[in-house]
C-alpha cells in the first residue's frame, strides 16, 4: 500500500522560508511522477509544482514560479519542496501527490495522495 507523509510546514513571516518533505513508502519511488499541491478551505486543489520519475522535468505554477524548488531525493523517497520568499497567498495546506506514470502530466489523475502539512504566512 503506498503512503504518501508530508511533513515542515509550520508559521512564518512574509518573506521567509520552509522545506516540506513527502515521505513515500509502499511502491518503487523511481518510478512515477510526483507534484504538491494546495488547499485552503472552500476551495479546490491548485498545483504547485511537479516533476518525473527521475527528478527531472520540474515544473511550476505561475504563482511559485522563481521561488519554489521541487526535487528527489532517491536515498531517502522523499520528494522535497522547498519554499523561499513566502507570501501571505501561499497560505493553504500542502499534500503531495502520486501519478500512475512516470511521465509529469498534470492532466492525468493523481491515484495516491497524502494528508499533508499546513503552511500560514502572516506577519
Known amino acids: 500500500e503506498v503512503q504518501l507523509q508530508a511533513s515542515g510546514g509550520g508559521s512564518v513571516q512574509p518573506g521567509g522560508s520552509l522545506r516540506l518533505s513527502c515521505v513515500v513508502s509502499?511502491?518503487?519511488?523511481?518510478?512515477?511522477?510526483f507534484s504538491w499541491y494546495r488547499q485552503v478551505p472552500g476551495k479546490g486543489p491548485e498545483w504547485v509544482s511537479g516533476l518525473n520519475d527521475d527528478g527531472s522535468g520540474p515544473r511550476y505554477s505561475d504563482a511559485v514560479k522563481g521561488r519554489f524548488t521541487i526535487s528527489k531525493d532517491f536515498a531517502k523517497s522523499t520528494v522535497i519542496l522547498q519554499m523561499t520568499a513566502l507570501k501571505p497567498e501561499d497560505t493553504a495546506r500542502y499534500f503531495c501527490?502520486?501519478?500512475?506514470?512516470?511521465?509529469?502530466?498534470?492532466?492525468?489523475?493523481?491515484?495516491?495522495w497524502g494528508q499533508g502539512t499546513q503552511v500560514t504566512v502572516s506577519s
Open positions: 509502499g511502491i518503487t519511488f523511481g518510478r512515477y511522477a
Open positions: 501527490v502520486k501519478y500512475p506514470v512516470r511521465i509529469l502530466d498534470v492532466k492525468i489523475h493523481y491515484d495516491a
